[in-house]
């Protein structure tokens, strides 16, 4: 019988993650901590758009992370007449182009979601911080762009408050 080496382990994941690349959503989804994510983009019809070729960005809040939302807040956003709303601040979570942490140079930079608002990138205390969310899960990469996973669910300073 033989063993694989370490090395030609490695080697065959790195092969195999580039044969069945995913796009955004479809990582997202096999992921199993987006579901909150997955269930509000497909409110705001933004899942067929995460699925396009893009490159994109994704600021991704886990489900603990939209559960920690005020009480009653999520079932706002998620009311069909606050559609407008949640595509704002999904929108505040996404960039065109691919912003891996390693292409952050500076201790702070400024980047613009694709609602329009610039979100603050900030190298801290070994840490990535978009505005007030940390980068908990780096670069997750996909065919279409790359995923970093957040901590917090980012609000646009502007948004239009939702219908209640």
Do not use: C
């Amino acid at each position: 019988m033989k063993l694989w080496s370490p090395l030609a382990l490695a080697m065959l994941l790195i092969v195999s993650s580039i044969v069945s690349a995913k796009d955004i959503v479809e990582t997202a989804r096999s992921a199993g901590q987006f579901s909150i994510l997955l269930k509000a983009a497909t409110a705001a019809g933004l899942d067929k758009t995460l699925a396009e070729p893009g490159p994109y960005t994704v600021f991704a809040p886990t489900d603990a992370a939209f559960n920690a939302l005020p009480p009653g807040a999520l079932d706002r956003l998620m009311q069909p007449e606050n559609k407008d709303l949640l595509k704002q601040v999904l929108g505040y979570h996404t960039l065109f182009g691919r912003l891996t942490t390693k292409d952050l140079k500076d201790e702070k930079s400024a980047a613009t979601a694709t609602n329009g608002q610039p979100v603050i990138l900030e190298k801290k205390n070994g840490a990535v911080m978009v505005n007030d969310a940390k980068i908990i899960q780096p670069d997750i990469p996909t065919d279409n762009g790359v995923i970093q996973v957040i901590d917090k669910v980012l609000m646009p300073a502007k948004p239009v408050q939702p219908k209640t």
